[in-house]
């Protein structure tokens, strides 16, 4: 968690991304331990966020499944800049998803393993799938877990979002 010693040996040349014998990086140590100012730094040194460790987990799974909202929060937003596309889907706004992908978003790009239509699906939002949907995503691609779509909607207890994906 010290912030100015990371800085410090970031300046002399570690790399950001130095993974171990697990591939874990500084960033899953920092999100593991809840260190978010460390996390920050990283993150804006080039930290690879959606990085995966020998056992599929991320960043973002580290931190929650350490309970820390603050590094869930700060990993979150940065998975929103990097990816607009699944930020759209996960609170269904269907006009900011069609400048997206005006824009050319890819429309089955994976943040942090699944797709926007995953995410739109996991959300309940069935206005976001249908568009997704409509535009060409794939309905079967599943997330790092293997989880589809549908089996996130019908998890969830999504029946309308089930219903269209069927």
């Not at 260190?35 to 990085?51: F, S």
């Not at 989880?147 to 998890?155: K, Q, R, S």
């Given at each position: 968690g010290h912030v100015e010693?990371?800085?410090?040996?970031?300046?002399?040349?570690?790399?950001?991304?130095?993974?171990?014998?697990?591939?874990?990086?500084?960033?899953?140590y920092a999100c593991c331990n809840g260190?978010?100012?460390?996390?920050?730094?990283?993150?804006?040194?080039?930290?690879?966020?959606?990085?995966a460790s020998k056992n599929g987990m991320?960043?973002?799974?580290?931190?929650?499944?350490?309970?820390?909202?603050?590094?869930?929060a700060l990993l979150e937003e940065q998975l929103d800049l990097k990816f607009p596309l699944h930020a759209a889907a996960r609170t269904g706004d269907a006009d900011a998803m069609t400048q997206v992908l005006a824009g050319g978003a890819e429309i089955?790009?994976?943040?942090?393993?699944?797709?926007?239509?995953?995410?739109?699906?996991?959300?309940?939002?069935?206005?976001a799938a249908r568009l997704l949907l409509d535009n060409g995503a794939e309905v079967d691609r599943a997330?790092?877990?293997?989880?589809?779509?549908?089996?996130?909607?019908?998890?969830?207890g999504h029946v309308d979002a089930a219903r269209l994906l069927l």
């Open positions: 010693a990371a800085r410090l040996v970031l300046e002399k040349g570690a790399e950001v991304d130095r993974a171990d014998k697990d591939d874990w990086t500084p960033l899953f260190h978010v100012d460390v996390a920050r730094l990283l993150l804006d040194k080039g930290a690879e966020i959606t990085q991320t960043p973002l799974d580290v931190a929650k499944n350490n309970h820390h909202d603050a590094v869930v089955d790009a994976k943040g942090d393993g699944a797709t926007p239509l995953f995410v739109a699906c996991e959300g309940g939002h069935v206005e997330d790092k877990w293997g989880n589809t779509p549908l089996f996130t909607a019908c998890w969830k």
